[in-house]
Every structure is written in structure tokens, then in C-alpha cells.
């Protein structure tokens, strides 16, 4: 069962809200500007929208264990990430928290090109389809793109701290 997100600020006030970047506004700004589709059948009613995500950086201290000895060696920071996926705001102004786990650092690297691995296999199958007369809402298709450019970009800047922390 789902479980409230709980305040993290005094009581009867609200929280203070972080200024989102200008891609994260622009962003926004596209997503408002995506028409309205009447779509029909059963599924409709069950599609999930994740307006929110947060990870969340925590560090641990460990033992490196030689495997062949079964003994511990060097003491290692150890990085884990608390991540978030939440709902909509109810009425109470509280986001409803669907996805709330602390989890290895290299298995969120995973579950990110896992996803993107399985979200560039059905975006080709999207293409194979819109092969024929009829096509698929544009406005969407260049959302899609600007997050998927997003995703490039974060990557990337991953991928360099990745590398300079190697480097260390």
C-alpha cells in the first residue's frame, strides 16, 4: 500500500519550494502545450503519471573483503541512493509516495540504462508502427525527444564524475 510522503518543514507552513531549472520550466511549458486526446478502452483508466522523482545521495563505510582469505582489507566510502517516485499533490498539499527504496549506487546506474535500453527498443517499434496512415501526436514525439536529450545530457555529466572520481 502506498504510503504518504511525510512534511519536512514546521507545521502549518509550506514548504519551501526549490526553484526548478530553466529545461526543467521550459520543459513544463511543453508538456502544458500537448493537446487533449479523447482515447477509449479499458487502459486509459489505469495509466500511471509520475510527476515527481528524487534521489537522494547516502554514504556508508565498509570493509573490502579479499576473497580469498575471507579477510577485510581497506576501509571504503560506500554510496548508496534513496530513491522517490511520487504522485500528484492530494488535497492535503502531500505527495503521495509510490516507490520509496535505498538502493546500491551502481544498481540505480543499471535500472537508468535498463530503462533506456527498453524505452529505445519501443521507441522503434512506435516507428514501425507510425509507418502507416496513422500517426502518432507529434507534440508528444518532441516531448519524448527533449527528455531523451535530457537523459543524454545528464548522462553525460554522470559519466564525466564517473570518470574524474576514477581518476582519484
Excluded at 70 to 82: G, I, K, N, Q
Excluded at 152 to 164: G, H, I, M, P, Q
Aim: net charge negative.
Amino acid at each position: 500500500m502506498p504510503r504518504k510522503a511525510r512534511a519536512t518543514h514546521a507545521p502549518g507552513k509550506k514548504a519551501p519550494e526549490k526553484a526548478p531549472s530553466r529545461s526543467v520550466a521550459e520543459k513544463r511549458d511543453l508538456a502544458s502545450r500537448i493537446p487533449t486526446i479523447n482515447v477509449y478502452g479499458d487502459f486509459p483508466g489505469h495509466v500511471a503519471v509520475i510527476p515527481f522523482t528524487q534521489m537522494t545521495l547516502l554514504m556508508g563505510v565498509g570493509r573490502v573483503v579479499d576473497e580469498a582469505s575471507d579477510e577485510e582489507t581497506d576501509t571504503v566510502l560506500v554510496p548508496y541512493v534513496e530513491m522517490k517516485l511520487g504522485g500528484p499533490e492530494g488535497e492535503d498539499g502531500e505527495r503521495e509516495v509510490l516507490f520509496s527504496k535505498v538502493m546500491a549506487f551502481e544498481n540505480v546506474a543499471f535500472i537508468l540504462a535498463d530503462m533506456l535500453n527498453d524505452f529505445s527498443r519501443v521507441s522503434g517499434q512506435l516507428g514501425d508502427v507510425a509507418g502507416g496512415k496513422m500517426q502518432p501526436d507529434m507534440h508528444r514525439l518532441a516531448l519524448c525527444r527533449r527528455y531523451v536529450e535530457a537523459v543524454r545530457s545528464a548522462a553525460d555529466e554522470a559519466l564525466d564524475v564517473l570518470n574524474k572520481t576514477l581518476q582519484h
